[in-house]
């Protein structure tokens, strides 16, 4: 198996692909081509087989870009726009865990320490949200 995750862009598509599978939508806001801690991130954990093997157990895996210079669809630019209104994103990145219905469950960023760190407190968001 690959270490890359299957990351969609589309909003919808990952809350019925949630709602299906019976997993939580790990919504990525980032700034994929001018972010620093958004590429360590991705780096360092994302791009991990540590991460792969999590995600497919717990996560539908959307990102939200907000490059610099790469040029997005307008439709996915209009959503994407949308979403960090409606989560009051402040900073990138910020990884919001929402449900099958899009409410969010918990947030997080950039954590020191690669997968193993980043891993034990995404689960522990989403052992809260399971209550």
């Known amino acids: 198996m690959s270490p890359e995750s299957t990351w969609t862009d589309d909003y919808k598509a990952a809350l019925a692909e949630a709602e299906k599978s019976k997993r939580f939508v ?21 791009d991990t087989p540590e991460f792969a093997a ?7 895996l959307l990102e939200l870009d907000f490059p610099a210079g790469k040029q997005l669809k307008p439709e996915t ?14 900073g990138y990145p910020t990884i919001v865990f929402m449900n099958s219905k899009g409410e969010p469950v918990g947030k997080m960023g950039y954590e020191r320490g690669g997968p193993a760190i980043w891993l034990k407190r995404a689960d522990e968001i989403l052992a809260r949200a399971k209550r």
């Open 26 to 46: 790990l919504a990525d806001f980032t700034g994929s081509d001018w972010c620093g801690w958004c590429v360590r991130l991705k780096a360092e954990v994302f």
């Open 54 to 60: 999590w995600a497919a157990k717990n996560a539908v």
């Open 77 to 90: 630019k209009a959503q994407n726009e949308k979403l960090a209104a409606a989560h009051r994103i402040e």
